[in-house]
Each structure stands twice: as C-alpha cells, then as structure tokens.
C-alpha cells in the first residue's frame, strides 16, 4: 500500500511516528554519551587493571566501545532528525513507514 500525503489523520499518524522515533533516538544518544563520559571520566585508579596491577587493555577496551555505542546512537538520532525534518518540508515519507501501510485501514 502506497501512502499518499494529504489526509490530516494519515499526515498526523506518520508525524507522531516520526517524533516517537525522534524521542526514542534521542534518548538512546543521551544514554550512550553519559555512558562514554562516564567511561571516559573514571580516574586511572578505577582502570581495569591485570594481575600486575598495571592499567590494562580492558580500559581502552572499554573507551572503545563507548566511543563506538555513541557514535552509532549519535548517527541513528542525527538520521531520526532528517526523516522528521524531510516529511515536515518535502512531503517525504520514509520508506519504512511505506511499507507499514496506511493505519487507517486496521
């Protein structure tokens, strides 16, 4: 089923999705950057350290993989973003709410 915008409840429906998934990205980022910071932020002492006692590869490790995490959080919100701006001034309706079909009809 093809959407077609123009109908005030079908135009309605898809900007409600779109800010949910605006929201839901959002919240996502602030969670994974407070996780990067958090890593980021801990004082050498608190370091994963190996039987030596010396500050191991578990520490950049772990930065890493923060990095990674808010760097994919930060570019699902960022493309969230565009969808809910590219309907609001083009009329575009992104293709995984094309294929969900038109609400009206269940």
């Known amino acids: 089923m093809l959407l077609i915008r123009g ?8 900007l409600n999705v779109l800010k949910e998934e605006l929201a839901a ?11 990067f910071r958090n890593v980021m932020g801990r004082p050498r002492e608190l370091l994963p350290r190996d039987r030596a006692g010396i ?3 578990d520490g ?7 990095a990674a995490e808010e760097t994919h ?13 590219e309907y609001r001034i083009r ?14 009809k269940n």
Do not use: Y
Not at 25 to 35: F, G
Not at 60 to 66: I, K, L, P, V, W
């Open 60 to 66: 950049n490790q772990m930065a890493r993989r923060a």
């Open 73 to 85: 959080a930060r570019r699902e919100h960022l493309e969230a973003l565009i969808r809910l701006n």
């Open 55 to 57: 500050p191991g590869s």
């Open 7 to 14: 109908s005030f409840l079908l135009d309605s429906w898809i």
């Open 91 to 104: 009329g575009t309706v992104p293709e995984h709410l094309k294929q969900r079909g038109d609400p009206r």
């Open 25 to 35: 990205a959002k919240q996502r980022h602030q969670q994974a950057r407070e996780r």
